[in-house]
């Protein structure tokens, strides 16, 4: 009981440090996560979740303390806002410029957890990363809410803002959780549906059809499969439709940031699938940031349908009509 205003104190200042950093934090009981685990399951025994999302995207997931930290009490999550990246790359003797959807870059997460340790740390407490369900914990925790295109908004942000959640053992005080909501705007829109290249987002349900989603196809080894329009492939990885058509996200500036270029060389490199071990250093390290280097043969094949297309490879998303910062 002595201990309770310095909690207290530890996490106001926890959730003021991250709002000044511009970033949204919630902290919720790790007694939910059983709640998450059961819903998740759910919807894969009631056939809503196809298997093979199930089995491997999803796998990952956990729903209980990890093993450095079984006394863990609370999860802490942390909502960023991202840029857009923008990759050059040099290919028959000109640039071609293509873009990544917010949120795969990993350097933020990075930060977010010194940050957090810069605050815990004094105070006695620790974290671990924690790979739970971040959109439907953020959405219950109070943090965000869905959008029909099931991505999650938040205040300010819009949809363009990555996930990060630690375990930790400071006590959750205040519990925020509810039940998942969906945002006013969707009352009416069907703005993502109607864009979506692939029919991922469904008229008889909520739950998206996460096979059927462009995402899941580029982020996957293999051919693409022959019921996909090579047209509607636009990014180097992942798919901008659902957001960028979004009302709600074009109400906040477009971010759009530098990233990687690769000289005619290691365009070259990429579009041959060569393996990590025949890269040089430092095309590695241009990589590894969004963790393509683990990922070549899926870039490999991404940039061949890009360079492939006939028209403009930007004409797709509104992207660069929006107003950027
Ligand atoms: C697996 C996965 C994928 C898979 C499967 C997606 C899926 N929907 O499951 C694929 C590869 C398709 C994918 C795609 C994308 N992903 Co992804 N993905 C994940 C991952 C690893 C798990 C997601 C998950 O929990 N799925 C399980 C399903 C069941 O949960 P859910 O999607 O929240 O579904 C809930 C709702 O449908 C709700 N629901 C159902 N019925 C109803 C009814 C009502 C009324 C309401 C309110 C709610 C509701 O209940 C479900 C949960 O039970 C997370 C990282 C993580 N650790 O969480 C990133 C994550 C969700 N992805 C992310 C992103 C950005 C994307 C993409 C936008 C990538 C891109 N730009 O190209 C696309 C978006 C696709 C889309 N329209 O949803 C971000 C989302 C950030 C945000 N702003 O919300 C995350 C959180 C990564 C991160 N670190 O930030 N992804
Ligand atoms: S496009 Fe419309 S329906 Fe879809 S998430 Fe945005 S506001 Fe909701
Ligand atoms: S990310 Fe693309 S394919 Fe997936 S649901 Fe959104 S618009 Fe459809």
Known sequence: MSHRPEIYHTIADL?????????????????????????????????????????????????DPPPEMPEAKSVIIVS??????????TWNGGKVETYLPPTYSSAISTRVGKLLAEILAPAGYRLVRARIPLKLAAVRGGLAQYGKNNITYVEGMGSYHRFTAFFSDLPCREDTWGE???????????????????????????????????????????????WLDPA???????????????????QIPLAIEDGPAFDDRETELILQGASKDRLPEAMIQKLEEFGFENGLPEIARNLRALLDRPQNLLTAPRLLRQKTT
Not at 34 to 62: F, P
Not at 80 to 89: D, L, M, S, V
């Open 15 to 63: 959730i003021d440090r991250m709002a000044r950093e511009g970033f949204r934090s919630a902290i919720v009981s790790v007694e939910h996560l059983k709640e998450l685990r059961e819903e998740i399951e759910g919807h894969h025994r009631a056939g809503r979740i196809a298997d093979q999302v199930y089995r491997v995207d999803l796998a990952g997931l956990v729903y």
């Open 232 to 250: 509607a492939h636009h990014c180097l990885e992942g798919c901008l439709y659902c957001q960028s058509y979004c009302p709600v996200n074009r």
């Open 180 to 226: 998942a909501n969906v945002m006013e705007h969707c009352d009416g829109c069907t703005a993502c549906r109607d864009k979506c290249p692939t029919g991922a987002i469904p008229s008889d349900r909520f739950l998206l059809r996460a096979e059927r989603c462009l995402t899941y196809v580029n982020e996957h080894e293999g051919d693409f499969p022959a």
């Open 80 to 89: 960023t806002p991202q840029p857009h990246i923008r990759f050059t790359f």
